[in-house]
């Protein structure tokens, strides 16, 4: 039977470094009241001088997990590319970084799941070559948001949370008796609740043109409410893993590593107290790059078999909430 198999992972995030006390330039806030809330103590920007897209990440994160895999680029069948800040209004970057990678006439999907995409963009990668669509797919999460949030104290809830970064994964169709690969996923969303985390405008439903009202109201900046967020990702989360666990006919205790999305180290926190999960099983990586939306999984995962925790059989739990709502989880165990 043909599995979908992780060939090659690789991650970029910008040389930049931006501190919580680097913060407090712009707004007020403090370290220790970051921490407390976020448990953020660092993360990466692009270059203030700008410039710089999440194709231009997801160009040098691909190359990595290209090379890893042993791939050319001419290998690649499609590319998904997840983003919630595409380098243009349109067209989408997948097909921006398809032209960067050398490549001709090479699909390429966009998909704007937001902190959910590389659940989503797994799950996609799995039919398509379980449906002989494609055998070779490179899964791309990338990021710019320290161009769009407002730095001014009227925005710290959401600016000192967010960074810049891009992982990318290599997944072929592999024939296999084992049980190995992507053994379940599962996909939810709720647009009832898309206005506790939106980003209103560019928009061609109010205006396509942006008012100084608009900008004086912080229209264009992200919002999200910060409560019920992390209320509903406690108990999706904790719901949609069971879910899934229940569909690959495994327990929490088979499962070796979680890697949730990093949107606040206090959900992920949480989330593992409710399902009683050891905290040397639940990976981390928030404290020191924020939340990288779609690449926060990728670029965790990549860190994860990188140290070794992750090795051949170890079975793997990914999941995320995110805008949309939507949320997901999927159950992956290497070869």
């Known amino acids: ?13 910008p040389p930049r470094v931006v501190t919580n006390h680097d913060l407090t330039q712009w707004m007020d806030t403090s370290d220790e009241w970051i921490r407390q809330r976020t448990g953020i103590e660092e993360r990466r920007w692009v270059s203030a001088e700008g ?14 997990a290209l ?12 590319i998904i590319f997840a983003t919630l800040s595409p380098d243009i209004y349109f067209p989408g970057s997948g097909c921006l970084l398809q032209h960067k990678l050398g490549l001709d006439s090479t699909p390429a999907l966009d998909i704007r799941q937001q902190c959910t995409g590389f659940i989503y963009g797994l799950t996609l990668a799995d039919a398509f070559i379980r449906s002989g ?42 024939e296999t008796a084992e049980a190995a690969g992507v ?5 939810h969303a709720q647009g009832e609740f898309a206005n506790i985390l939106m980003m209103e405008l560019p928009s061609h439903k109010l205006n396509p043109i942006i008012t100084e009202e608009m900008v004086r109201a912080g229209r264009h900046y992200p919002f999200m409410d910060g409560r019920t967020v992390f209320k509903t990702a406690v108990r999706k989360l904790a719901q949609v893993t069971k879910e899934v666990l229940k569909k690959a006919n495994l327990t929490v205790e088979d499962i070796d590593f979680f890697i949730p999305h990093q949107a606040n180290l206090r959900i992920n926190q949480a989330f593992a107290k409710l399902l009683n999960l050891p905290e040397e099983k639940v990976i981390n990586n928030i404290q020191r790059y924020g939340n990288t ?22 079975t793997v739990l990914f999941l995320a909430l995110g805008a949309g709502l939507t949320w997901g989880a999927v159950v992956y ?3």
């Not at 053994?183 to 996909?187: E, F, I, P, R």
């Open 51 to 64: 410039g710089i897209g999440p194709s231009d990440l997801g160009l040098q994160a691909s190359k990595i």
């Open 333 to 335: 165990r290497f070869l």
């Open 293 to 314: 939306t779609a690449a926060s999984i990728p670029i965790a995962l990549d860190e994860a078999i990188e140290r070794q925790c992750i090795q051949s059989k170890s």
């Open 183 to 187: 053994l379940a996923s599962a996909l």
């Open 133 to 174: 669509h494609a055998n070779r797919i490179l899964l791309v999460g990338a990021e710019v948001q320290s161009t769009a949030i407002d730095l001014s104290t009227r925005g710290r809830d959401i600016a000192v949370l967010f960074g810049d970064g891009a992982g990318a994964a290599c997944l072929e169709g592999v």
């Open 67 to 78: 090379n890893r895999a042993e791939w050319t680029h001419e290998d690649v069948d499609l």
């Open 1 to 13: 039977m043909k599995q979908t198999m992780i060939k090659g992972t690789g991650r970029y995030v």
